[in-house]
C-alpha cells in the first residue's frame, strides 16, 4: 500500500515537525501533577498512543519529551532513530528485520534528544507512539540547530540533516 493510502484510511494529519500522525488513545484516567516527577506541568492522562508516517524526504526534526515513548512498526522502509549524546550520535533501525540489525519495537527514554528519517529517505514508515504518562504537548521541546550545535559538536552532519537553520 502506498504512504497516501495510508493517509487517507487513517485519516492521518500533518504533524507540525513533519510527517503525519493520529492520536488513537488516550487514557480516561488521570494522574495529578503533584504526583507525577519533576517537570511535569499540569495533570496527565495515564497513557496515548499515535500513529505516525513518515514519506521520503520527511524527517522527524531533532526534539524531546518528558515521558518514555515505545515506538512500534508497522509496515513500509525502516525507520533510523538517531539519539545525540556527548560521545556523538547514535542510530538504530525500526522495522521487521532483525536479522538486518533492525527492531520491531524500541523505547526512547524520556528526556532523550532524537529525531527520525524513513531509510534512504524513499518509501515510507508506519509507525506506533505509545506514551506514559500520556502526551501532553506542554511535554514536548523543539531544539534549534544551533543549540544543539553547541552542546553535541561531534554529530554536526546529523543535526544540520535532521534540524531547521
Known amino acids: 500500500m502506498s504512504a497516501n493510502k495510508w493517509v487517507e484510511l487513517l485519516q492521518l494529519q500533518e504533524h507540525p515537525e513533519g510527517g503525519y500522525y493520529r492520536e488513537m488513545y488516550r487514557s480516561k484516567n488521570s494522574i495529578s501533577e503533584t504526583d507525577l516527577p519533576e517537570g511535569f ?4 492522562c495515564l497513557g496515548s498512543a499515535i500513529y505516525y508516517l513518515l514519506k521520503d524526504n520527511q524527517f522527524l526534526t531533532f526534539h524531546r519529551v518528558r515521558q518514555d515513548e515505545i515506538w512500534h512498526f508497522y509496515s513500509g522502509n525502516p525507520m533510523l532513530i538517531y539519539t545525540l549524546h556527548a560521545e556523538g550520535a547514535v542510530v538504530r533501525k525500526l522495522g521487521i528485520h532483525p536479522e538486518k540489525g533492525e527492531l520491531p519495537m524500541m523505547v ?17 514508515a508506519l509507525i506506533g507512539c505509545t506514551v506514559s504518562p500520556g502526551f501532553e ?25 535532521l534540524s531547521y537553520a
Request: no cysteine; net charge negative; aromatic share 10%.
Open 41 to 44: 506541568r499540569g495533570d496527565h
Open 108 to 124: 526512547i527514554p524520556g528526556g532523550t534528544v532524537f529525531a527520525a528519517e524513513v531509510e534512504n529517505r524513499r518509501g515510507y
Open 137 to 161: 504537548f506542554s511535554d514536548y521541546e523543539k531544539l534549534h540547530r544551533d543549540e544543539l550545535l553547541e552542546q553535541f559538536p561531534h554529530s554536526r552532519v546529523v543535526i544540520e540533516n
